[in-house]
């Protein structure tokens, strides 16, 4: 079978209508496939953030086997997963399945750097000694995936770049940030990059990925971690104020439409 794994950030249980009958937001797309599939109502969590869930989808270890031992790594951290551990990706590569990552990484990258300086697993690391021209390593790429484009962390974590393969795809030119629903940190951002865009891109690349795909012989992997609707809440405009709540369910039926 062919198998793309969908990963919403951050979005309630109750909020589907599917799993509860009184939620004002109606996600008749996740509806449909919960109606036509299984819904499992009696799950367990090692972790209730986005690099230790990720980390166990991943490999299939408890969460905290890793150097990280609470809490989340950032959009500099190094990679937290090593070559040589297997995960899902390379696994299925070796039964002859095509494999990509499209979306939030949120596993640490091993991005080139100007000098021996290492950065650190916090928020205030700005990447000043990051060198964005080099390849990144440690990402997807290295851990059995074919294909990458993505973020390296949460959409409200820096730098605002997104990665094809193992390339950022824009040079920094600018710094950003923002306040309120729309939070995002200061940050380094990508001169092809705006916030509100993010989604959008990542569901078009996971469109003409299946869709290319699909035309081959092969069966085929795509792991499709959305940013949303984490931070910052940004429903494009044909979503505003369609579901008659507020901004946050707005951008859920955004990621219903996604689905």
């Known amino acids: ?33 919960a109606g036509e599939g299984v819904i499992f109502t ?4 090692g972790a209730a953030m986005c690099t230790p869930t990720r980390y166990g989808i991943l490999t299939g270890r408890y969460c905290w086997r890793s150097r990280l031992k609470k809490d989340v ?17 390379s696994f299925l590569k070796r039964h002859n399945y095509k494999t990509a990552c499209i979306g939030k990484w949120h596993l640490g990258l091993n991005w080139a750097l100007k000098d021996d300086r290492i950065p650190e697993d916090n928020p205030e690391e700005k990447g000043e ?6 390849p990144v390593q440690g990402g997807p790429r290295d851990l059995g995936f074919d294909y990458f484009f993505g ?4 959409l409200d974590m820096l730098p605002y770049v997104y990665i094809e393969n193992d390339r950022v795809t824009a040079l920094p030119d600018r710094v950003t940030e923002n306040k309120g629903k729309k939070f995002w940190r200061r940050g380094p951002t990508g001169a092809d990059f705006r916030h509100i865009d993010v989604l959008p891109k990542l569901t078009q690349k996971a469109v003409e990925y299946i869709d290319g795909q699909a035309k081959g ?5 795509l792991y499709f971690p959305l940013p ?10 044909e979503f505003q104020g369609k579901s008659k709540t507020n901004e946050y369910g707005d951008f859920v039926l955004q990621v219903d439409w996604t689905v």
Do not use: Q
């Open 151 to 154: 973020i390296s962390a949460s």
């Open 1 to 33: 079978p062919n198998i793309v794994y969908v990963m919403a950030d951050d979005l309630g249980y109750g909020d589907l209508s599917c799993n509860n009958e009184e939620s004002k937001i109606k996600t008749v797309n996740i509806d449909r496939l």
């Open 73 to 89: 790594l950032w959009g500099f951290s190094r990679s937290l997963i090593p070559s040589s551990r297997m995960t899902v990706a």
């Open 42 to 45: 009696d799950a367990h969590s």
């Open 217 to 221: 012989d092969s069966p085929f992997f």
């Open 228 to 237: 949303a609707p984490h931070t910052p809440i940004l429903p494009t405009k």
């Open 129 to 134: 000694n990051v060198d964005f021209n080099k």
